[in-house]
């Protein structure tokens, strides 16, 4: 079975701290997601990577950056939390490049900054 | 503009009746198609594909849905609820041959009770 972790369920930090996410996929995939879920608005797609060192920018990369030196790991980082990255983050990776392969998803980390 | 429409935002069913949640498009092609659910406090898991081929596709846990490329829908039904499939539920689309990673657009999602 393909198992994506993220390292916490639940955070709790202070506005302005430097917060990190840290996902591990162990099914050799070379795609990546970072995903913030909030009521109303689905999932929203903050960056992604289809390789080691690469990344792009989703639909809402603002606030966010992300690392990936290792093909099994994927991190965001939130350079300075703020109130409204309150929300639910979704870790997901895939097989290929071609679009036909699902995305395995982390249970999540619902993160909370006071 | 592409997008993806889910235009239930929540639906409640007896335990044993049928269930159809709907799914819109709008893309230039036909784009590969999915759905997923998310149990609370999990992840999303899939559900069913599709690619081409048979418009009616099967997946697991007795769900399946229907491709109409004359609607550009691809809606998920299953004919009897149980308690367990309480949960919401996500059509995502994927622009084929799309090199970007297989980057997925979700729909808002359907948020599913089973009454008993």
């Known amino acids: 079975d393909v198992k994506v972790t993220q390292s916490s369920r639940y955070l709790v930090k202070r506005t302005g701290e430097k917060v990190f996410l840290e996902c591990v996929q162990d099914?050799?995939?070379?795609?990546m997601f970072w995903y913030r879920q909030d009521p109303g608005l689905g999932l929203r797609l903050i960056y992604f990577s289809y390789d080691v060192k690469m990344k792009e920018k989703g639909d809402i990369p603002e606030g966010y950056s992300v690392s990936r030196e290792k093909k099994e790991r994927f991190s965001l980082i939130l350079e300075s939390a703020s109130t409204n990255q309150t929300s639910m983050y979704l870790c997901a990776s895939s097989l290929g490049n071609l679009g036909m392969y699902e995305q395995y998803f982390g249970p999540g980390t619902r993160l909370t900054v006071t | 503009a592409q997008s993806v429409t889910q235009p239930d935002i929540h639906i409640t069913v007896s335990e044993g009746a049928s269930l159809e949640l709907r799914c819109n498009y709008s893309?230039?092609?036909?784009?590969?198609l999915f759905w997923y659910v998310q149990s609370p406090g999990q992840g999303l898991q899939l559900l069913l594909k599709y690619f081409s081929g048979d418009t009616l596709v099967q997946g697991i846990k007795g769900f399946e849905a229907e491709f109409k490329r004359s609607q550009s829908s691809f809606n998920l039904r299953k004919p009897s609820v149980h308690w367990s499939d309480a949960a919401e539920y996500f059509c995502?689309?994927?622009?084929?041959?799309?090199?970007?990673?297989?980057?997925?657009?979700f729909g808002d999602g359907t948020t599913l009770t089973v009454k008993p």
């Open positions: 099914m050799d995939h070379e795609n």
């Open positions: 995502a689309v994927v622009l084929p041959y799309n090199t970007n990673a297989g980057k997925s657009t």
């Open positions: 893309y230039g092609a036909t784009p590969y």
